[in-house]
């Protein structure tokens, strides 16, 4: 199924063409009829030759009601620019052209309509003469101009052939599965509910499917489908859709949502695209400029951040970063056209290359401006890569980049992508980067403390600025290191004393093996803060103060004392520890104090009981 959009001046006969066409008058408000105006969107359709269904989205052709003409202009496979024998190429005709340019509608009719007011064959071609010089340079510039008169019928039925050869030469619709559909009306029906309607993109929707509405992040149900009047179990890509919604109230919704299925489209608030200022523009974009993003059938107030220039001159290009007041869903991708609100102006358009920038980029960045031109020139394979920086679900790489499994599969097979064993992908180049990095970090570590037994997994984690999950997800698939009790060390580090090191523990352990052993200050000048804390890691003294170390032995022998003192009498005191165990109170207090932060006992008064460790 295809979709084209009528687009034109006020008074060049569009919804009249459209209704000889159809047979439906796609003006469908009472002040429409009154004025003999387009004020908001019209539909109609009707089934081409070959029986294929073409919806035709009549858009607004006043200046007035700019806004909603680019509402109706999401998703659609060609346009018929509309053009009246008796006016030729007007302004606002012009602005039309800017759009569907800009928009990048390579499929277009350009209708010369209402010929039967023209006797003047020289006035027709001064007319088709202004015509090709206003189009020279767009996509509209090959586009066939057909005359019709609506009134008479003439050229009518070429016309229609025409619309079928030319969507013939249009490339399918996306099968992905991903099924999207910009909202652009909502409303309620008795009896039914819910109702919104808009072109159904990248996929099939299905009575019965769960769908999400973003930006509000709203669930609900598909309770019916409508296309073209007709009631339908499946509604194609292509397609002019109505979707009865259950669970969903109608004043939750407005124009610009977008309906999905759940998790495949995040809403944002800024967005990086490729931008082409018109070169009738009346200014130059600078940067900070407000202007009004219009984009699927959204509509947003947005802050332009150029990238990399500062100021983008009527007819020049650029990168620029859009901060919007509103969040809205879109797809990477997609077009949009930029307008500044006052005066009001269509000022250019663009491609939207990312929907989920990390962050607000800084300026006149060489590595942010190649990311993004590979974003946007980049093979499926190569934008998989950079997008898969650190470690990503393909779920996700599908929902950013609107990939495939097929192309997944391909960044694999070409070795750009691996996929780790719990399915996640990372680009190799990233990932070999990140772990040379760590095994180098840790081994530079043992190198300069090789009486430590590893880097404390804080420090490692803060050197390198990861995340705590992002280091515990390469640490798991990094054979060569190991982490364990808050420590990483190569698997194949050990601390090992030299003999003048291992004469000096001999002596200091003997020292140890006493009722009051020295302390981490007296340990610290006997043998020296490295060989200490080297001990403390191998395990071979036990640290139960800041101050206070013991023998291992000496520690698991005074702990049992304790418990044996509370299990016999219901509580013990430091005295009690001090004299059953023959130490000082010092000890006996700094045991206790230790015990209680394990939960092994607990303090009561004056008095220590057992705890719930």
Known sequence: MRVVATAGHVDHGKSTLVKCLTGIDPDRLAEEKARAMTIDLGFAWLRLPNGEMLGIVDVPGHRDFIANMLAGMGGIDAALLVIAADEGVMPQTAEHLAILDLLGIERSLIILSKTDLIADQQWLDLVVTDIRHAVARTTLADAEIIPVSALTGNGIPHLVERLKTLLDLAPPHSAAQRPRLSIDRVFTMSGFGTVVTGTLQDGELHVGDEVEIQPSALRGRVRGLQSYKKTVSTALPGSRVAVNLAGVDQHALKRGDMLAYPGQI?????LDLRFRHLPGASRPLKHGAHVKLYVGAAEVLARVRLLDADELAPGQSGWIQLQLEERIAVAVYDRCILRTPSPPETIGGGIVVNTQPFRRWRRFQSEVIESLETRLSGTPAQRIAQAAFDPVAPETLTRLLGVGQAELDDAIAQGLVVRLSDGLLIAVERWAEMTRTLVDTVRTFHASNPLRLGIPREELRNRLALPPALLSLYLEHLPELVSEKGIVRAQDHAIRLDYAQQELVRVFFGQMDTPTPPTVTDARQ?????????????????????????LPTAYQRMVTTVLN????????????VRDACQTSRKYALALLE????????????????????
């Open 266 to 270: 995040h809403a944002t608030d800024l």
């Open 594 to 613: 230790h015990l209680d932060a394990l939960g092994k006992t607990r303090r009561q008064g004056d008095t220590r009981v057992r705890g719930r460790g």
């Open 565 to 576: 003192l509370i299990d016999t009498h219901g509580s013990t005191t430091v005295g009690d």
């Open 526 to 550: 006997m043998i020296g803060a490295d060989l200490l804390y080297a001990l403390i890691e191998l395990g071979e003294l036990v640290q139960i103060q800041p101050d206070v170390i013991l």
